[in-house]
């Protein structure tokens, strides 16, 4: 009897522990980010951030433009002059709609270029190769791209592997 409860614990005991092992680990990666890390020296990246930059530069322009002519608008408004009311109030609203065009327009041309740049080829081969060696030697179940996932509500900044992917790509280098 005492044979057949000590076996049954020790069952217990082994099947707790084999159901521990089963537990699986997430990690998050900021692609995105490791590939702005990693190649910002290249020429893509380079002419990427300039036209980024140039586009906030149009941006901040024209939203300056229209901030001075509602400060003229109220001027007019002011004065009474109801023809130059209606002239600027039909200006702001038109410009303020090819702004937010264009602000759509060129923020999606500017994610699909760098969507573009994080999927190049042997970079994205080597960066597979590197988390599969840090999710295997760290014990990660899955790896999930953070930029990629929208599904993801919260996660805990320590299954982050982003910043010991980052370094370990350039240490290989």
């Known amino acids: 009897m005492k044979r057949l409860l000590l076996s049954i614990i020790l069952f217990g005991v082994l099947s707790l522990g084999l159901h521990a092992q089963m537990l ?33 530069a149009e941006i901040d322009r024209m939203t300056a433009e229209i901030n001075n002519m509602r400060v003229n608008l109220v001027n007019a408004q002011a004065q009474g002059n109801a023809m130059e009311v209606m002239r600027l109030e039909t200006t702001i609203n038109q410009r303020t709609e090819f702004l ?52 993801i509500l919260w996660y805990s900044p320590t299954v982050d592997i982003t910043d010991r992917l980052i370094q370990s790509l350039r240490t290989r280098r």
């Open 24 to 56: 699986t680990r997430f990690a998050v990666v900021d692609l995105p980010r490791v590939y702005m890390a990693f190649f910002q020296d290249s020429r893509e990246v380079r002419d990427f951030e300039e036209r980024s930059a140039r586009v906030q």
């Open 100 to 151: 937010r065009e264009y602000h759509r327009v060129q923020t999606s041309a500017l994610e699909q270029t760098r969507a573009n740049l994080s999927r190049s080829g042997s970079f994205m081969d080597q960066i597979y190769d590197e988390i599969r060696f840090i999710a295997e030697s760290e014990g990660y179940s899955m790896v999930i791209n953070l930029t990629a996932n929208s599904g």
